[in-house]
């Protein structure tokens, strides 16, 4: 039959006797099988018999198939397992005494249920059998609740099994494990009994089938898809030769074909004429002509080189012109999620929509960041585990005392969030525009117990699918790092602390953390009995507290705010007077205020959400009414009437009643310490200001606070929703990166950095755009601190230190530590070579075509670091062959490319120079602080591995220096090969083999190109390159004998050294 229901062909069975079991082998090939001793193979083309399968036990019930095998289950109970090609058996389970009732296969496992014989007469076996395919023989046996008649594997997340009565019972459970009596659940059916149950491919949807004719679906959503690719299924329509409907002749879309006509080869009324039917295909746009310059022509082919005036299969075309309300950021292309949506039906804006990376065969290089990032900020990539706390990392970045306080730090402990960061912002300042990474941060993060108690460590699933409510995730993880920096930070000067890091900010006692985020509070309980209680301490932030009232009231942010800091509940508390728990009333008042004021906005249910959403509306009324205005009807009066309204005495007014809409939070607030340990708290406004100078300020204790940052959580239900921050970069920043001195509102939305209006960071539309972390700032607060950035890393981390590794041996020694006296300079030359083992393989996907795309990278780690001298006596010995211990799972050690074994990064088995990331990622930043050039192939994914930013002009990378535009990279194996006679990377690559070769490569290239002074003559040799890898099908020839590293003479130079 066909999907909608019409029968295709009948097939009479001349033989059969009573047909049980039919199985789809391939797209046109069905098996047939009964109660009769041959099964029978038709092909569904030609609707014939191809072939007759003689089976030695007749009575075939139940046919299943797997890659290895057809599976028959026969009446006599028992499981025949058949060859694919030949239907010979080649195994034989006897599953049950009595009979069969069904089974099914998953996997290396085969479940079965059936009947018993049990006093002459056959009995319901409540023991599943259970086989294992690897070994051929049965495990131990499934005792289930119910009388199983049918069953199911649901390979969904586990091998579920599904195990359902003919009474209705159906029990879920594990086919290796226990079943449990909860598990249990009951269908209704309209008939007496179950007579047919199956499972959708898609694994969404169950079918029951009763005595009654009626089928009973359950699926886990009302949207359930039954198969991968499904389509809406398509019912014959009923006879209507009977009775014809009327059609009327005024509707355009209703389709003449309801009328049922004979097959004619006349000519109908309703065909167009001829001359009004002509074709017209669609017209071809007109060829580059660049592309026409360019051509070459051989026979009737032409070929040109691609102009790259267009991005990569981009195809010109034309959108109507929508008037959306929403989408009107035309600059940044949309994002890959979704394009199939239409914009106008769309309510988030394309800059706040998640951004992913599309990735190709060359990874990252051609994906063009630039389109997102016009700025010269670093954007941080979104890709790995746990980034979901980018935005949150750039307010702290861009907090000046913050910023410069981290790079001030430098400890000892191996992971320490503190020094991560700071190596992080490092980056940061480095980078003109290109997208940073927080691998390592996020790295030293997933090791701290207390984020993952904390539950802010997100599984790689939640995280896609967006299970995990942002909002809450992020204001949790505000309120840890701001902990833990402090905590960090206090440790800084304790004996882990580097020589020359400690802190020019850092008073004994507390740390500048505290200084600029603590506020110390007094928490006072009264209890009824009349004994009060007061204790004083400190915290680094506020949570909003709301109203409970149910009456609609205006409140001001400032209200709000206040009733936060000095919050006043009842809850009950041990008294001492008493000797028990009482109520008590505990209050909060400020003893002294922040220097920088951090709010977690708790807006995690549609109450507060609505309470935001009311006062907005109220503060909205009020603009209006205070410029002098009614409230406008609609957008276009609005535009027309607002630049007649206005006030010299009133707030700032915004270019349109637009950027009105949505706005509770002010710009800025003033908050007053009085006598009595009270606080004021007002809205500020900047035509309100009275001249006051900082020292009068502090006196009065008088503080008003600027709007430095807020994130927002964005609501998406295609993507899981994300996080984003609108940022107020300060004017040092612009002086650093662009020479100029202004301040610019900015919204971060992981590597996408777009200029916004002001208004934009406090308009909050509920439904899609929530407020999660407010931070205010004093005014003249970098007046305050010393801001000057002195480098912690000293020479001293190159000298020779402890392995990690219990049994290494010196003899084992791979690498001479640098002297004092060959201390390396600005210049100077330094091989590099790195390995790398895979953490998590990549996630990719096959297109209808055939091509891969790679929806997620796989996840590298650094395995070993080399760095060999370019110069001096002792030219090509290595100074640093450093093995990066991991405490992370790896799952490729990548043997054959990076020669790295498994046990070579165990400390309690590696013979190798073992030390910690951190501990070779000072001596690799100490080198490029001081200024030497890293010579190496391909160092550019090295350095991103390893999580640095190196200036390009300390880079020579020998993949660039031998490459012809528009032409493939060479290796280095064929590099050397070529030019220097050697033949390397044998078996497996090694690091300092590859570092030694790559800084010849460099003389070699100095030598042929006279130091860069000819290039005409280089690009010769280069030519010739490229005709010979060509010949060679770019591979080495196989050499007589592999010379072993060990056998080098520089290697016995090391040891001799």
Known sequence: MARGGLIIFDYLLDESED????????????????????????????????QKYAVEVPGITIMRQ???FFFCGHTSGKVSLRDLRTFKVEHEFDAFSGSLSDFDVHGNLLAACGFSSRLSGLACDRFLKVYDLRMMRAITPLQVHVDPAFLRFIPTYTSRLAIISQTGQCQFCEPTGLANPADIFHVNPVGPLLMTFDVSASKQALAFGDSEGCVHLWADSPEASFNPYSRETEFALPCL??????????????????????LTTDTLLSDWPAANSAPAPRRAPPVDAEILRTMKKVGFIGYAPNPRTRLRNQIPYRLKE?????????????????????????MVSKKYRKVTIKYSKLGLEDFDFKHYNKTLFAGLEPHIPNA????????????EPVRCLIQNHLCQKEFCLGCELGFLFHMLDLSRGDPCQGSNFLRAFRTIPEASALGLILADSDEVSGKGNLARLIQRWNRFILTQLHQDMQELEGPQAYRGA??????????????????????????????ETVRVSSTLLFTLSYPENKSVKNYDFAQVLKRSICLEQNTQAWCENCEKYQPTVQTRNIRRLPDVLVINCEVNSSKEADFWKLQAEFAFKMAVKKAGGEIPKNKESALADWKDLGSPKGRPLCTSIEELKNVWLPYSIQMKLTKNKGLDVSNWTDGDEVLQSPLREEEDNVCVYDLMATVVHILDSRTGGSLVGHIKVGETYHQRKEGVTHQQWYLFNDFLIEPVDKCEAVQFDMSWKVPAILYYVKRNLNTKYNLSIKNPIEASVLLAEASLARKQRKTHATFIPLMLSEMPQAGDLVGLDAEFVTLNEEEAELRSDGTKSTIKPSQMSVARITCVRGQGPNEGIPF???????QEQVVDYLTQYSGIKPGDLDAKISSKHLTTLKSTYLKLRFLIDIGVKFVGHGLQKDFRVINLMVPKDQVIDTVYLFHMPRKRMISLRFLAWYFLDLKIQGETHDSIEDARTALQLYRKYLELSKNGSEPESFHKVLKGLYEKGRKMDWKVPEPDGQASPK?????STVLAL
Not at 241 to 262: A, G, M
Not at 880 to 886: C, E, L, M, Q
């Open 388 to 399: 979901y706390c980018n935005c949150m990392i750039q307010v702290l970045y861009f907090l």
């Open 322 to 346: 929508l008037d959306s309300e929403f989408d009107n950021f035309s600059q940044v292309p949309e994002s890959p999620i979704g394009r199939e949506e239409e914009p106008h039906l769309y």
């Open 66 to 68: 797997s890659s290895r």
């Open 880 to 886: 640093i062959d450093d093995y990066i211990s991991t």
């Open 1047 to 1051: 056998n080098s003479a520089v290697y």
């Open 502 to 531: 400690g802190g020019s900010f850092c008073s004994s006692g507390d740390s500048v953390i505290g200084q600029l985020f603590s506020c110390e509070v007094e928490n006072c309980s009264l209890c009824r009995c009349g004994k």
């Open 19 to 50: 047909m049980h079991s039919l199985l789809v082998t391939e797209s046109s090939t069905l098996l047939v099988g009964g109660l009769q001793n041959h099964v029978l193979e038709i092909d569904l083309n030609t609707v014939q018999e191809t």
């Open 241 to 262: 030769v009977d009775s014809l409907p009327p059609l009327d002749w005024n509707q355009d879309l209703l389709p003449l074909s309801l009328i049922p006509v004979p």
